[in-house]
């Protein structure tokens, strides 16, 4: 029974999130209403809070679904690596689950919210500063870091800005092109995460001369 009522409530939130993209690509943002939603989607508006706290929430829910057990996925590092070969592992499995359930329309919808909804580009920065805290949480911890110390939140906030750039790039390619083109780009990316996190730990880092 408990299986059931899971993929229930699983089919209710894809429903919901399915007719909030829809409504919001045909009526706009501000003309959307909760209730609009709800009907949409044939459940109660209190029904919708039961799985959404804001409107802003539901146009993330697939990063929400993607960002489930990360702290924990960091901290406890399963496949044995790094934090970085963890996050790395992370990413590969991320672009597979996207290229089975891109939705290029509801991708460009987002991309074009975020820009004109201050509300929903806020949204984005937090899922975004979440796994930003967490990553820099388990690179403290790998690294023995004491407290205070800059290190695990610079490495962090580098390894974050990869996240943020490469799901909004190429987003008119096709997906076989734009999968490989991200590929590259975080190869790319871990070399020089990699290398200067290498250079920090080994004091070989150097500040810039004063002018």
Known sequence: MTGLRERKKRQTR???YAAAVRLFGERGWHATTVADIAAAADIAPRTFFAYFPAKEDVLFAPYEDLFTGFDELMLTRPHGGSVLDELRTWLDQVFVQQAEDFDPVAEALLDKLSVEVDSIAAKGLQIM???????????????????GDALPAMVAAAAVAVLRSIPVAGIEQPAEERARQAVADL????LFI??????????SATAPAGG
């Open 14 to 16: 894809q429903a919901i």
């Open 187 to 190: 190869d790319r990316a871990f």
């Open 129 to 147: 500063d979440r796994a930003e805290r967490g990553l820099a949480a388990a690179l403290a911890d790998e690294l023995g870091s004491p407290a």
């Open 194 to 203: 990699r290398a200067g996190l290498a250079a920090l730990r080994s004091g």
